[in-house]
């Protein structure tokens, strides 16, 4: 029992904050998956009798302006959301652990070539990106990862390429060196399991933005095509409508404060028990 | 405490200076709100913006709000609940014979920024060059049979056409292609006005800037002959979207707006303090187009299957809110041509669709309709993707900006416009008939007629009823030209919609019988 307490699951189930923070995700991820058992109507039936009822024992968040019910909306789309950010992130974090990790090992005309690449990328604002996109790839799923990718990899490349050069030079590195240790070995056994400390907490950090640049896009009709159930259409279409019926942007609104909640405070938390110098303080 | 932190971060700042820095920013700040209040600054929205400020890149109604505002023509619309027109650079003009109108210039009527007076050589000039080839002017057709302007004097000439055009009073003349522009000052832009401002104008405003993808500033111009405008700034407001344009009302940022029909009922029966609604009915017309030369849509049935899928009235009821009604084709009611009815009911018949697509040998159907990214088109959309989907028939939605999506069928901008499947669009109207099926010719294939539909019977009818003066004929004429396109299975009209304006008590708007506003005439209440 002493022992669990000192993993860092233990650890951060001592943490209020990460508690709450895993009771969201947990609730997320649970709405996700069970989102056809849960749903009390079909997502896309549309019913234009009841629209834009206001919530109900029969539409407990409302309807939309095609009578379509907004729960069970939401319930699909935190699928969508789920699947971007998941994906997104994995894609965009996989190609910053690389290119962060050549960056920091590399010769110096590398390293200065790859993080012009990731000043680059950094720059380019999200949105201005995602309407020139937008403009030449079909709207989907697709597009948003894309445009994700595009914006976000350079994030992990930098904070890898910076404890990559901390560590190579460690005095645990060297004396592996001097002992003959492979390359391999350096990189997979002492560097990468340091680095992705950090990397994990910026990926729980990202998350949430990443949730939000889909749900962003689609509002701005540059994301999901126009009926797919995404958390940002449902706001698009509150928005629409915001006078008479408020009702449905508050209800697309709460599950992205919630997730975005959930994962910060995640990503606090883990930052709080990853990172030595916050343990000492504490 | 405040006091320290103050003096940390303004060393020199006294509790005095403080106050008068403050009294300072707050009478700086409410410059703009005095200018305002007194009514002499005038905020319209405008949905999208043109281009530039020359006539030859026009396409429709948006040119016009601004056109009107700084250039003027030989006659233009009278405001009001009547299509009439009234005279404006022109002293006299008539008709002496079926192909020729005369016109004399009112002495006086000068251009701004000492380009002298206007002319019958800037008449002729304006005119004509639409009829250049390589002038590539998308508006041309307004302009049907028309051949020259003569000029017979400075400030007299004649208008010649090739053969009668009956339009030519409730088009040409006082809509964009008879908007009359300086000969010198676009001889000297290099033959096109593509610059920031125009160097010269006519009209009672001027233009101080355009400030892209947000508006226009217009100045009253001094230089106007006519009686001065009523509002010393006039913006022209770019917003795009019906919603964000109605809460721009409500908070004040702008003074007239169209708004949607989804807010008609409810601000017509409770219109917010110190704000007008008046909705017009609209000559305007919605229609899903189907590009019958895309290999996926050969067979007929197909095309008709689809026709056959979209049900109209329940468009209207989500998309419309049932404050329109469906349209029997491109002509409102009211205007020679105007069909009673369609040939297919508006209502939908799924089983009928469902057994075409079975007699075409089609199991399942994938297609993609092309919408603007606006709540009304979206709307129309998802009801029909719900609806086509109980014919077997899986529709895909497509949303685009205003620029993406005009350039669409444009064979001048890529080749997109040859794989197009169906596509949502709007077009706006002039009250007569040939300004609607203009854009159906096959002539208009790659520019405007994103159908591709072509048919000989239908181009000749439209030659032979722009010179028809018989109106029994020539509403027998067009009532024929919509049954081809309808038999075509090329096109599913939905609505001529309605125009509703919310406005300011402190404006007096003036519009056009189908409610679109004519600036130039807009006077404080």
């Known amino acids: 029992m002493t022992a669990f307490r000192h993993t860092l699951t233990g650890r951060l189930l001592a943490d209020p904050l990460a508690v709450v923070a895993m009771l969201i995700i947990a609730g997320m991820v649970m709405v996700a998956l069970l989102a056809d058992v849960i749903s009390p109507h079909d997502y896309s039936a549309m019913n234009l009798v009841d629209r834009f009822s206001p919530p109900s024992a029969t539409y407990w968040l409302g309807t939309d302006n095609l009578g379509r019910d907004t729960f069970s909306r939401l319930a699909q789309g935190s699928r969508i959301a789920l699947y971007v950010a998941l994906t997104a992130v994995t894609i965009s974090g996989a190609i910053g652990l690389v290119l962060g990790m050549i960056a920091g090992f590399g010769p110096r005309w590398l390293d200065n070539s790859l993080l012009f690449i990731f000043d680059t990328a950094r720059a380019y604002p999200t949105i201005i990106l995602a ?7 079909p709207r989907g799923l697709s597009t948003v990862v894309i445009v994700v990718v595009i914006t976000s990899f350079s994030e992990y490349g930098r904070v890898v390429r910076t404890q990559t050069l901390s560590l190579k030079n460690a005095e645990f590195i060297l004396a592996e060196r001097a002992m003959g240790a492979s390359f391999g070995r350096i990189v997979f056994h002492h560097i990468l399991p340091n680095v992705l400390g950090p990397f994990f907490i910026l990926a729980a950090m990202n998350l949430p933005v990443v949730i939000t640049i889909e749900a962003g896009m689609s509002f701005l009709g540059i994301g999901v095509p126009p009926g797919t159930p995404s958390w940002g259409a449902t706001l698009k279409d509150g928005f629409d409508y915001i006078r ?6 508050l209800a697309g609104g709460l599950p992205l404060i919630l997730v975005t909640l959930g994962f910060t405070f995640l990503g606090e938390a883990l930052r709080d028990q990853l990172d030595p110098k916050l343990r000492k303080g504490r | 405490m405040p006091d320290l932190k103050l003096q940390r971060l303004f060393p020199s700042l006294t509790r005095r200076q403080l106050f008068a820095g403050a009294a300072a920013l707050g009478t700086v700040s409410m410059l703009p709100v005095a200018a305002w209040a007194d009514g002499t600054r005038l905020n319209v929205r405008a949905y999208l913006e043109p281009d530039d400020y ?7 109604f948006l040119e016009e709000l601004l056109y009107g505002c700084i250039y003027r023509k030989l006659i233009q619309y009278v405001p009001g609940d009547e299509w009439a027109w009234q005279n404006d650079l022109a002293e006299s003009i008539e008709q002496t014979s079926p192909t020729t109108i005369a016109f004399t210039l009112k002495q006086g009527q000068m251009w701004s920024d000492g380009y002298g007076e206007i002319t019958a050589e800037d008449v002729k000039f304006s005119m004509d060059r639409h009829m250049v080839e390589e002038n590539n002017s998308r508006i041309k057709p307004d302009l049907g049979t028309f051949t020259h302007v003569e000029v017979t004097g400075s400030h007299s000439g004649i208008i010649h056409m090739e053969r009668p055009f009956a339009p030519i009073w409730t088009i040409a003349l006082p809509y ?5 522009i300086c000969k010198q000052a676009t001889e000297e832009a290099g ?14 405003y001027r233009v101080r800037e355009h400030r892209l993808g947000e508006r226009w500033v217009l100045d009253r111009n001094p230089e106007f002959s006519g009686e001065p405008a009523d509002f010393e700034r006039v913006d022209l407001i770019v917003i795009v979207d ?16 169209a708004i949607g029909p989804a807010s008609v009922q409810r601000l017509g029966d409770n219109p917010p303090a110190g704000t007008q609604l008046k909705v017009h009915p609209a000559l305007f017309y919605h229609w899903v187009g189907l590009n019958v030369q895309n290999p996926k849509f050969e067979d007929i049935r197909v095309r008709q299957a689809i026709m056959h899928a979209i049900d109209v009235p329940s468009i209207m009821q989500a998309a419309f809110f049932d404050v329109a009604e469906p349209a029997t084709g491109i002509i409102a009611p009211g205007l020679i041509g105007h069909r009673p009815e369609t040939l297919i009911p508006p209502q939908a018949d799924f089983a009928r669709a469902r057994e075409l697509l079975d007699e075409a040998g089609i199991d399942r159907l994938d297609i993609n309709i092309d919408v603007l990214n606006n709540v009304t ?15 077997g028939i899986d529709l895909n939605i497509s949303v685009h900006e205003g620029g993406s999506f005009w350039s669409l069928g444009v064979a001048a901008d890529g080749d997109r416009w040859q794989d197009l499947e169906l596509t949502l669009k709007r077009f706006s109207m002039t009250p007569d008939p040939y300004y609607a099926t203009a854009w159906f010719v096959s002539e208009q294939i790659g520019d405007w007629n994103w159908e591709q539909f072509s048919s000989e019977e239908f181009d000749q009818l439209h030659d032979e009823a722009l010179s028809e003066t018989d ?9 024929r030209m919509q049954d081809l396109m309808e038999e075509s299975g090329g096109y599913r009209f939905l609505t001529h919609g309605v125009t509703a304006n919310l406005f300011a008590d402190s404006i007096v708007p003036a519009t056009r019988p189908d409610g679109l506003p004519l600036v130039q005439h807009f006077r404080r209440a």
């Open chain 2, 191 to 204: 033959g096109k006005i593509t610059t920031a401002v125009p160097p010269t104008v006519s009209g009672p």
């Open chain 2, 377 to 391: 088109h979206t709307t129309v959309a998802q009801v029909m993707q719900a609806m086509m989907a109980q014919a």
């Open chain 2, 471 to 479: 109106p029994a004929r020539r509403d027998e004429m067009y009532r």
């Open chain 2, 54 to 60: 020359d006539p030859l890149d026009a396409s429709g």
């Open chain 2, 242 to 257: 019906e919603a964000a344009a109605e809460i721009a009302k409500e908070a004040g940022d702008v003074d007239f707006t």
């Open chain 2, 176 to 180: 964009l292609a008879g908007t009359v």
């Open chain 1, 131 to 137: 309407l020139a996109l937008a403009a030449l790839l």
């Open chain 1, 244 to 249: 008479t019926t408020p009702w449905i942007i």
